[in-house]
């Protein structure tokens, strides 16, 4: 027994120091991988963010926010209306909660200095990225249209909470970046009242002046003295490229698209005949995504006292044409694809109906800025690979023109077909690439120019570039075109005059 004890204290340390060693190792080993993954690996922009919105979960679970479904994941939001300070803090707690996929800015004060806000919903909020479409949705510009303006806090609710569960959210957020504001006219918004299905009480700015007949309009003189709503969201339209828009509306249930004024006399305009843009295609597929996605507006039954709309879709000037309306701002100076939706009958319903509003529209709001990826983008180089800005773009028989980024990118939504892409720059040589749109799926086509033989500043043999050809539109008094040039333009001057004037 002794013997024995005393020969296994001998081997006791050899063992222990092997063991030793063998952890020592195994603890090293393990702690770099830990350090490698922790510090080296990348974490995919995925990950990250739906441990962000996991994390919030988690720590907004107390009880105040747990509902029997479980817990809830934005702020509170009730179907009731949210006046001026409402919004502004259901913002404020939105952008806090959800950091990483919201940013919120104001372009600017209104004429009784309320902040005109805008929600990026984006998986990068802050930053462009290379690429990715801008899209934007605008409610309430008629103060006392109220409905869009609750609909688009729903909307961004919805985007932030299903983001981490909904594949269609996340396919969103991370190739489009959006741009809610809820309200361009919230001081109109203040005076209006709740349960006031007609009337005008709250549909003007503070001024008194309509802002959906305030911007620069194309076939007519706009005699209407600017407002300051007005002048920033021109202002806003010419920083970002925005590539498709929807403006909420009530009082109407139906999808309008341009043209909403025309180049024919007040007199004949009685008659309301169609405006047609180049682009009517694409702007009925539009209008149409969001009434057949609509739980109701595709019926096209009309509103008490109204006529109805065939699908639930309209040209705007047959509707009825005005002059100054946001939509044609859009698409004729910016190449921005927008349309009007009127979403109730009602315009300022009571607040037990809004639920109801939200079930009728929300798949139409999420559908609808997947248009965005439909069609033809890309970049514009020099033979260098440096982007090219302003290149004015046109595609071949559509007449209204679009512009690079400063980074060279483009994008237009198109139907499905074999189109031609024409480019146009003072000093490149203008070029033309021939490409096809399929349905599922952006079809990506780069373009490089080289640089033309005239000397700087002169004219190629190609013909007059966009920016000058806006001019000869000769601007109304009182509303010149914006500083800048307009980012599109009409390229042909005369097959425009026979297109829309013939
Ligand atoms: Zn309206």
Known sequence: MSHSSSASPRMKPATWYISMLIVAFLYIYLTAIQYIRGEELPVPQT????????????????SKFLSKQGPINGPTLGFEYHNYDDLTSYLRNVNSMFPNITALYSIGKSSQGRELWVLVVSTSPYKHVLGIPNVKYVANMHGNEAVGREMMLHLIQHLVTQYPRDEYVRWLLENTRIHIMPSMNPDGYEVSKEGTCEGAQGRYNSRGYDLNRNFPDFFKTNNARPQIEMEHVKEWLSKIQFVLSGNFHGGALVASYPFDNSAKSMFQSLSSSESVTPDDDTFKHLAT???TNHKRMYQGRPCKGQSGFKNGITNGAKWYPLIGGMQDF???????????LEISCCKFPLAEDLERYWRENKESLLRFLGESHRGVRGFVHDEFGNPI?????KIKDRDVGFKTTRHGEYWRILLPGRYVLEAYHDNYEPKEAEFYVVDDRPTLLNVTLSRNSASPGQYGQHSVPARDVIYLNQPPKGH???PEAPASGFFNFNRIMNTFFG
């Open 47 to 62: 990950v990250r963010q739906s441990l962000h919105a996991r994390a919030v979960r988690e720590g907004f679970g107390g």
């Open 330 to 340: 859009n698409y004729i100076w910016h190449g921005c694809m927008e349309i009007t």
């Open 480 to 482: 010149p075109p914006p």
């Open 289 to 291: 995504v969001y009434s």
């Open 389 to 393: 800005e302003g290149v004015g773009l």
